[in-house]
């Protein structure tokens, strides 16, 4: 949509406003299709919703153990993914490949507490 004013020096001036000609913003988002982060949100919040319910189904002491280990795993995860810790440098192999080196280094601390409470439980 264009519109012509009349400027002090006596020429007109002519002023285009994209907004009105063109789909905003919000029209674009929300057409109906929800974009690949939606999805991603969405598919998040049904997996958390479903794993919490499962979880609820358990015994107390035993719901504890899981959500705890569980918030954990994620506190680590975080931790490895925002400082790089134990990781090669960035950019030297590609975002799969660092979230493959992280969850491989989440595995293995899981492992060695495996192992150390297996021989603790051996031991009584």
């Not at 994209?18 to 299709?33: E, F, I, N, V």
């Not at 929800?34 to 015994?59: F, I, P, R, S």
């Not at 080196?101 to 899981?110: D, E, H, K, P």
Request: with cysteine; charged share 15%; glycine share 6%.
């Amino acid at each position: 949509v264009s519109s012509t004013t009349p400027s002090a020096s006596g020429s007109t001036r002519t002023r285009t406003i994209p907004a009105l000609g063109a789909a905003s913003r919000w029209q674009r988002l929300h057409s109906g299709k929800m974009t690949g982060t939606a999805n991603k949100l969405l598919e998040c919040c049904v997996a958390a919703v479903t794993l919490a319910w499962l979880t609820y189904q358990h015994k107390p002491k035993c719901r504890y153990l899981i959500g705890a280990t569980t918030t954990c795993h994620a506190f680590l995860y975080s931790v490895l993914r925002y400082t790089s810790i134990l990781q090669p440098p960035k950019g030297s192999i590609s975002y799969a490949d660092e979230a493959e080196w992280r969850s491989r280094i989440l595995g293995s601390l899981n492992a060695v507490l495996l192992i150390v409470g297996s021989v603790l439980c051996f031991l009584e």
